[in-house]
């Protein structure tokens, strides 16, 4: 661990990446102790109200804080995100793992579910599970889920096509170990950056396709808050209200630069020259 803060305290991007989601954090952990009201609060200022200095974001078309509602939309997107990641990587690397170090009918029945899931783009996926679903968290999570398990898959099988020709994996299945352990054992944890680098540029992805699901109407529902339905409804009244769309689209903006170029430090440290 101490390695990976120090890695990352000499790269200049990272540093800007680690700051810009400190920051986001720290902003959303201290903003519920601050009086600025709360998200579905509607009247609690005039409709369309310009941002100042008792109500820094402005207030939306029911009155509505903007500066609370883009504090929770922005935790929604990221939970959203990285949850729906986290689950899927896990699942994605270690079958696609399993899959390619036993060969033959297992890889390539992997390598046809990436194929197929890749011919899908997210948001004609978006449709597919809402029609079969409904909108909603759900929903935005499994189509999540399904856009960034492909990309995991294929650099988990490149990856683990040259690991699994290294002497300790053939000097385990000399000594007769197990399958599973040392796929567990042996494989997943030369892995372990790989799947981590790539984890966190999926949450990037994960960030914008839950706006975009939300943007249309599919994925988060009100009155919960989300930077994408945020972006929706602002859109309407952009002429007369443009902090409405500015707002959600800079915290948005933000969230998914401080994450891709924290990813781009961890690669730059943990995998010099690979990919």
Do not use: C
């Not at 509505?64 to 997107?77: F, K, N």
């Not at 290294?166 to 042996?186: N, P, Q, Y």
């Not at 997943?188 to 790539?198: G, K, M, R, T, W």
């Not at 500015?246 to 010099?272: E, K, Q, T, W």
């Amino acid at each position: 661990m101490r390695k990976v803060w120090r890695g990352l305290a000499a790269d200049p991007l990272a540093r800007v990446g680690f700051v810009l989601l400190a920051v986001l954090v720290v902003f959303n952990a201290v903003l519920p102790l601050l009086p600025v009201g709360q998200p579905d609060e509607v009247g609690y200022a005039a409709r369309f109200a310009p941002p100042a200095w008792n109500l820094p974001f402005g207030a939306d078309n029911l009155g509505q804080p903007i500066l609370a509602r883009v504090a929770e939309g922005m935790r929604m997107t990221f939970l959203l995100a990285s949850l729906s990641v986290l689950i899927s990587g896990a699942i994605a690397a270690f079958l696609s793992v399993s899959a390619t170090y036993a060969g033959g009918l297992a890889d390539e029945g992997s390598n046809r579910i990436a194929d197929i899931l890749f011919a899908f783009p997210p948001i004609l996926l978006g449709m597919l599970v809402v029609a079969i679903l409904q909108p909603g968290v759900t929903s935005a999570m499994i189509v999540i889920a399904a856009i960034s398990m492909p990309p995991m898959m294929r650099v988990v099988r490149a990856e683990t096509l040259q690991i699994m020709r290294r002497d300790f994996v053939i000097s385990a299945e000399i000594a007769g170990v197990g399958f599973l352990s040392r796929v567990v054992t042996h494989l997943l944890p030369n892995l372990a950056e790989v799947i981590l680098i790539q984890m966190v540029y999926a949450i990037s992805i994960g960030m914008l396709t839950e706006s975009a699901l939300s943007f249309l109407g599919i994925g988060v529902q009100p009155p919960t808050a989300s930077l994408g339905s945020m972006l929706r409804d602002g859109i309407i009244y952009l002429e007369i209200a443009p902090w409405m769309v500015l707002f959600p689209g800079l915290a948005l903006a933000l969230s998914i630069i401080g994450v891709n170029l924290l990813g781009d430090g961890l690669r730059r440290m943990l995998r010099p020259g690979v990919f």
